[in-house]
């Protein structure tokens, strides 16, 4: 299959019949299924318990929201309506369980709505990240929770978890993540070979499928991408931070593309890029997860590490992808996003670097404002 | 009308003695931060949530500065506005917590307290941050204005039961071992145990009586209001927990309101409704709030905001760090929904309330995320008359007073008549059985 037809079967999966794969892999092993609401969930420890980790990355602009607001206040982002409209519409029905983690105060609670109203079924468990990566007990802490995860698996799973399939599940993730990291260095060398939509949807069709079978697919993108013809465009070469939680629409990735933005880098699907270095595979598997967890993991607004602030890290990140600007691209009442913003702004005025601030909702559906909006940025650099 | 009812018209809320010794503690406090302000004495900043640590602080002679209480004084005072506004115009989204902001905006506007008083400027930013993860976006942010060194205490949160594991203790001890050899080095002091014991022996004391004065509202008459009374107890409570006189203010006030329910005296002329409250207040019309309430003889019995003591848990000096280590991560914003459920359900039965009130803070999700889901709880599945109101605790713009009025009244409306029909059931029902 061409790269062309392949990106348009991956659009197909994700907006047609996401489910029917984890239906299909669920009646060819036999086995169960965990939902993960973002960012960054240890899927190397589900999947080598033999559980299929399934993104649960909210309803995107396919689905009304019609039941799950009166669940919470008005001041609170679509991802978590709109993950209780899924779960409300019995859409989470595939799941025996599923994971939250400590982002943030309204997934935490988004949590505990689902442990009050969908738990009967499956699991619906809370996994707390250290906060405090420069502190030497953050690692035996993390050991200590991932055993607990670990036997939140093997109790659902009715099954042991064993060193093998865990270094084998491990092995797996560390491939997928390097495929995925050579797609993203085709986007900053030759960013007219691959868009960020394209790459996106690419890697998003991962989220429902085993890493092995996702892996395969991205082996056919990399083989097919240098056959594509393309020429470089007048372009400026950005990076979207902001995009970890809550996923902007493809519709909108495609309105920077056409307003004139390379994205060269960006934080989209961030969980599935989670660590920047290999998980090594000798040695204990546990202790080897939570160190890379502390030292190897790339910055988020969700994660916090003193020994080097996220103004820092922006900064290197956009020198390293020789970006001309920053679009910050944030879900509309997304807290921590919009808390680091100023201090992103001052450390990017500060450098010289210019930004943009655009706020969305995954349920937006028009895009000409924001593409109007882009476009005036953009010409104000390139006739600067 | 008898003499009883003319005391009661007298007292319209609790203006007892220890009004004036709160008073009197919290201008102490605040007269010691501005003479820490001017001599450059080393401060730490810290939360209300990890406030015990200001005697780990204390016996190596740090000052405190609580963010938190600064910007809570701020809109108690109607002066928060400004301030929100000028942290806008820095970056900061209309939709972030307000409380965030209006500490910015202070901070780059003078940092001075809402006395006008000066604040010292912090020397270390100690983020102890129980749950709500807004804090320590707050306090990196005030590290990085102020250039103070950051240590965020990460605090695991409760995942699941009533208890922390040992595990998540053992991080948490861990990472004050290191926080004391930062503050030792800072001070130049060594921290001395005995002083730390003896400053816990107080804080349980404080504790207990703390807790033993919150059962008081099972009295009816309840001898205080448990949400707009007890914030100005939670003052001494944050600042003067491992002091002496902690202990004499927390033994005035019981003595205080142990002698009112003797003589059956509320804050209200009279209780004709008793509630428990979720979430905090919107400071910017705390009056006005208030008396939408005592309007209607409502007295609160019980709130999760005025629980800044675990029931379960008292410091013990045998466990210095230990103790230190679970009153966060113990603290109710620490644990679950389904826990804070439990607590308003336990508050509802226990201390006989007629009806839930639920504010629900629009800029803290911490408190609102989810109230959709706690009112259905309490209405649908307890069958506990709920009320949802919405509006903010620092940000002005959030308050409509018509609007509140209205559904507070509609409210009260429908759960006096409702009260009237069950008080005639019981009547007849009484009368049916011969009772008379
Ligand atoms: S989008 Fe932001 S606020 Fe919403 S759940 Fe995700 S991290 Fe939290
Ligand atoms: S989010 Fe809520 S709990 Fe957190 S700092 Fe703001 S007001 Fe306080």
């Known amino acids: 299959m061409d790269f062309d037809g392949l990106v348009a079967q991956c659009r197909e999966i994700l907006e047609e019949h996401p489910w029917q794969e984890i239906q299909r892999w669920k009646e060819k092993t036999g086995g169960k299924a965990a939902g993960y609401f973002p960012v960054y969930s240890p899927l190397e420890l589900i999947y080598g318990n033999g559980m299929l980790p399934v993104g649960v990355m909210g309803g995107g602009n396919k689905i009304e929201i019609e039941r799950a607001d009166s669940y919470f206040g008005s001041f609170v982002c679509s991802i978590v309506k709109s993950t209780t409209e899924l779960a409300l519409r019995g859409e989470l029905q595939l799941l025996d369980g599923i994971f939250f983690h400590s982002i943030c105060d309204a997934a935490r609670n988004l949590c505990y709505v689902f442990k009050r109203n969908f738990s009967s079924d499956r699991f619906v468990e809370y996994i707390h990240f250290p906060q405090n990566p420069s502190s030497p007990s953050a690692v035996v802490y993390l050991i200590s929770e991932l055993k607990r995860i670990c036997h939140v698996l093997e109790e659902a799973n009715g099954r042991r978890m064993s060193e093998e399939n865990f270094k084998r599940s491990i092995h797996a993730y560390n491939e997928n993540r390097a495929l995925i990291q050579r797609l993203y260095k085709i986007k900053a060398e030759s960013p007219h070979l691959l868009s960020t939509p394209e790459a996106y949807q690419l890697i998003r069709v991962g989220s429902a499928l085993p890493p092995e079978e996702h892996s395969s697919i991205l082996r056919t993108a990399l083989e097919e991408i240098p056959k594509r013809r393309a020429r470089p465009r007048d372009k400026i070469r950005v990076i979207l931070e902001g995009s970890f939680c809550e996923q902007p629409p493809v519709e909108l990735l495609e309105a920077l593309d056409e307003a004139g933005c390379y994205i060269i880098d960006d934080d989209l699907l961030l969980g599935r890029r989670w660590f920047e270095r290999e998980i090594p595979l000798d040695g204990d598997p546990i202790r080897a997860l939570a160190e890379s967890y502390i030292d190897r993991s790339r910055y988020s607004s969700v994660s916090h590490d003193w020994r080097r602030p996220r103004s820092e890290r922006l900064i290197e990140r956009a020198r390293q992808a020789q970006a001309t600007a920053v679009v910050f691209c944030i879900a509309k009442f997304c807290e921590p996003a919009l808390l680091d913003y100023p201090l992103f702004k001052d450390a990017l005025e500060r450098e010289g670097i210019p930004h943009v601030m655009l706020e969305f909702e995954e349920k937006m559906w028009t895009f000409d404002k924001l593409r109007t909006e882009i476009e005036t940025f953009v010409e104000s650099i390139l006739f600067d | ?436």
């Not at chain 2, 115009?89 to 006395?115: Q, W």
């Not at chain 2, 009374?229 to 002091?243: A, E, N, Q, S």
């Not at chain 2, 019980?302 to 410091?315: E, K, M």
Request: glycine residues 6%.
């Open chain 2, 1 to 436: 009308m008898d003499k009883q009812s003319t005391e009661k018209k007298v007292q319209p809320q609790y203006q007892g003695k220890i009004h004036q010794m709160q008073k009197a503690l919290m201008a102490r406090w605040m007269a010691e931060l501005e003479q820490a302000a001017e001599n450059h004495e080393p401060t730490a900043c810290l939360l209300v949530a990890g406030s015990n640590l200001s005697m780990l602080l204390g016996c190596l002679g740090i000052h405190q500065v609580y963010p938190e209480l600064n910007a809570l004084q701020l809109a108690i005072r109607k002066q928060s506005l400004p301030y929100i506004q000028i942290a806008e115009e820095r970056g900061y989204s209309t939709d972030v917590c307000s409380y965030v902001k209006a500490d910015v905006g202070a901070f780059f506007d003078g940092n001075v307290s809402s006395l006008g008083t000066k604040l010292p400027q912090p020397t270390l930013v100690l983020s102890c941050f129980s749950g709500c993860n807004v804090y320590i976006k707050w306090f990196e942010h005030i590290a990085a204005y102020t250039g103070a060194p950051l240590y965020v205490i990460d605090v695991p949160f409760i995942r699941s039961g009533n208890d922390p594991c040992p595990e998540d203790i053992d991080y948490v001890v861990s990472q004050l071992k290191e926080v004391i050899g930062i503050c030792e080095k800072m001070s130049g002091k060594k921290l001395d145990y005995d002083e730390l014991r003896e400053r816990l022996t107080y804080a349980r004391e404080v504790e207990r009586l703390w807790l033993e004065i919150k059962e008081l509202t099972k009295n009816i008459p309840s001898p205080y209001d448990d949400y707009f009374d007890c914030i100005t107890l939670m003052g001494p409570m944050v600042v003067f927990r491992g002091t002496r006189e902690g202990v004499e203010f927390f033994q005035t006030a019981k003595k205080e309101f142990e002698e009112r329910v003797r003589l059956k005296i509320g804050p209200l002329p009279e209780e004709k409704f008793r509630i428990v409250v979720e979430s905090a207040p919107p400071y910017p019309y705390f009056r006005t709030f208030r008396d939408l309430f005592s309007k209607w003889g409502a007295c609160a019995v019980g709130a999760t905001y005025t629980t800044p003591q675990p029931p379960d848990f008292l410091h013990d000096p045998e466990r210095p760090l230990e103790s230190l280590a679970e009153y966060p991560i113990r603290i109710f914003t620490n644990r679950g929904l389904d826990q804070r459920y439990e607590l308003l359900r336990r508050y509802v039965t226990e201390r006989s309330a007629d009806a839930l009130i639920i504010h629900s803070v629009k800029s803290c999700r911490l408190f609102s995320v989810g109230h959709g889901d706690m009112r259905e709880y309490f209405s649908k599945t307890l069958n506990i008359p709920t009320l949802m109101l919405e509006s903010d605790l620092e940000d002005p713009r959030y308050f409509s007073e018509a609007q509140m009025k209205n559904r507070v009244d509609a409210f009260f409306e429908v759960l006096e008549h409702k009260k009237y029909l069950a008080g005639k059931a019981q009547a007849v029902r009484e009368g049916q059985s011969g009772v008379s």
